[in-house]
């Protein structure tokens, strides 16, 4: 990759910004004008913005950090050893007028990944998968193919990455299909099932695990999948002593249509054409603190959010970790589940 790729304009927009980070696969971008390094983004930045109430529409430079890592081209030798000691992403090098001419990234760097060791994964597996018909008259949704591996093998794989390897599915519909696959499947992760007799929502069902859980974890449903770093997401629940953190992806929508907005008496307010919307929506992925498990009522149907929205009224602390779009996958309706296998066909 060329480092122009990498050059971004400090009055680009964050959504932009967004995009371009997706779009390079890379975690971070680098103003320079005239190529002299002033600043560096990195989805991390883009993450404190947001939380802090940033408009997308925002230019870079107010999320931007002006106080960017950087080594003269001169002391290469010690780039590696000074990515790791810092904890960054990339390293740019420069010459003696300031001028970006090299970036050094952490691929090659022997980085500890398993940051979520120890963790135990809940994944709702029990839905009957209504929006995926007629796929789920033969398969239940968890082992619909995306590609050549159903999608919940895809979900574990994912949280193996980062050192997960402690399953509890949460199963309903066609469970023996999906029990009888992880039995015959060579796997170095544990899988354990909750039997749910009846329907009981996303939430709901988690009451099947009382007693079985007694550390933080992960709850995802089970028809997504998240291009994410876990172990940031964890540092960042623990970091903000959340009860429960919401993994919230960033959509830009554009109406494409005019829209009229009426006064009380029927004339016009205002007239805009093809309006765009800026909003942060729920991937069903999320940290959860155990208790939230034990204070649950048993055989209660509720979905996960009527739990965060009664925690939210008592005052408890419930966050929100954001994700770029690109980052978040759902297969929940046909037309997405299309659109999963043709990006997964891509990166492979």
């Given at each position: 990759?060329?480092?122009?790729?990498?050059?971004?304009?400090?009055?680009?927009?964050?959504?932009?910004?967004?995009?371009?980070?997706?779009?390079?696969?890379?975690?971070?971008?680098?103003?320079?004008?005239?190529?002299?390094?002033?600043?560096?983004?990195?989805?991390?930045?883009?993450?404190?913005?947001?939380?802090?109430?940033?408009?997308?529409?925002g230019p870079l430079r107010e999320a931007a950090n002006y106080h960017p890592k950087?080594?003269?081209?001169?002391?290469?030798?010690?780039?590696r050893a000074y990515i790791e000691e810092q904890g960054i992403d990339a390293l740019?090098?420069?010459?003696?007028?300031?001028?970006?001419?090299?970036?050094?990234?952490?691929?090659?760097?022997?980085?500890?990944?398993?940051?979520?060791?120890?963790?135990?994964?809940?994944?709702?597996?029990?839905?009957?998968?209504?929006?995926?018909?007629?796929?789920?008259?033969?398969?239940?949704?968890?082992?619909?193919?995306?590609?050549?591996?159903?999608?919940?093998?895809?979900?574990?794989?994912?949280?193996?990455?980062?050192?997960?390897?402690?399953?509890?599915?949460?199963?309903?519909?066609?469970?023996?299909?999906?029990?009888?696959?992880?039995?015959?499947?060579?796997?170095?992760?544990?899988?354990?099932?909750?039997?749910?007799?009846?329907?009981?929502?996303?939430?709901?069902?988690?009451?099947?695990?009382?007693?079985?859980?007694?550390?933080?974890?992960?709850?995802?449903?089970?028809?997504?999948?998240?291009?994410?770093?876990?172990?940031?997401?964890?540092?960042?629940?623990?970091?903000?002593?959340?009860?429960?953190?919401?993994?919230?992806?960033?959509?830009?929508?554009?109406?494409?249509?005019?829209?009229?907005?009426?006064?009380?008496?029927?004339?016009?307010?205002?007239?805009?054409?093809?309006?765009?919307?800026?909003?942060?929506?729920?991937?069903?992925?999320?940290?959860?603190?155990?208790?939230?498990?034990?204070?649950?009522?048993?055989?209660?149907?509720?979905?996960?959010?009527?739990?965060?929205?009664?925690?939210?009224?008592?005052?408890?602390?419930?966050?929100?970790?954001?994700?770029?779009?690109?980052?978040?996958?759902?297969?929940?309706?046909?037309?997405?589940?299309?659109?999963?296998?043709?990006?997964l066909e891509g990166n492979s």
């Open positions: 990759m060329r480092i122009d790729e990498l050059l971004i304009d400090e009055n680009t927009s964050v959504l932009n910004t967004l995009k371009k980070l997706d779009e390079t696969g890379q975690r971070i971008l680098f103003i320079a004008p005239e190529g002299k390094l002033a600043a560096a983004v990195t989805d991390g930045d883009i993450r404190k913005y947001i939380l802090r109430g940033g408009a997308l529409e950087s080594l003269p081209l001169e002391q290469r030798a010690r780039a740019p090098l420069l010459d003696k007028q300031g001028r970006i001419v090299d970036i050094i990234f952490t691929s090659g760097v022997d980085l500890d990944n398993r940051t979520c060791a120890g963790l135990s994964v809940v994944i709702m597996a029990g839905g009957l998968g209504t929006r995926l018909y007629p796929y789920t008259k033969i398969l239940p949704k968890p082992l619909i193919p995306v590609g050549e591996r159903p999608i919940l093998e895809l979900i574990i794989d994912r949280f193996c990455d980062f050192g997960c390897t402690d399953f509890h599915l949460v199963v309903n519909y066609k469970k023996n299909m999906i029990k009888s696959y992880f039995n015959d499947l060579e796997k170095n992760y544990h899988v354990s099932y909750a039997d749910e007799d009846e329907p009981l929502g996303t939430g709901g069902g988690l009451c099947l695990l009382k007693g079985k859980l007694d550390h933080t974890f992960f709850l995802s449903n089970c028809d997504i999948l998240l291009d994410a770093d876990y172990g940031d997401i964890l540092n960042y629940h623990k970091s903000q002593g959340n009860l429960i953190t919401m993994v919230c992806a960033v959509k830009h929508f554009t109406v494409p249509y005019g829209v009229i907005e009426l006064n009380n008496d029927g004339t016009i307010q205002t007239m805009r054409e093809k309006p765009e919307m800026n909003f942060l929506t729920n991937t069903g992925v999320y940290v959860v603190e155990p208790r939230v498990v034990e204070e649950l009522e048993d055989g209660k149907k509720q979905g996960f959010t009527d739990i965060i929205e009664h925690y939210r009224a008592m005052g408890e602390k419930v966050g929100v970790y954001p994700i770029s779009e690109q980052s978040w996958m759902d297969m929940g309706q046909i037309e997405e589940l299309d659109h999963m296998r043709r990006r």
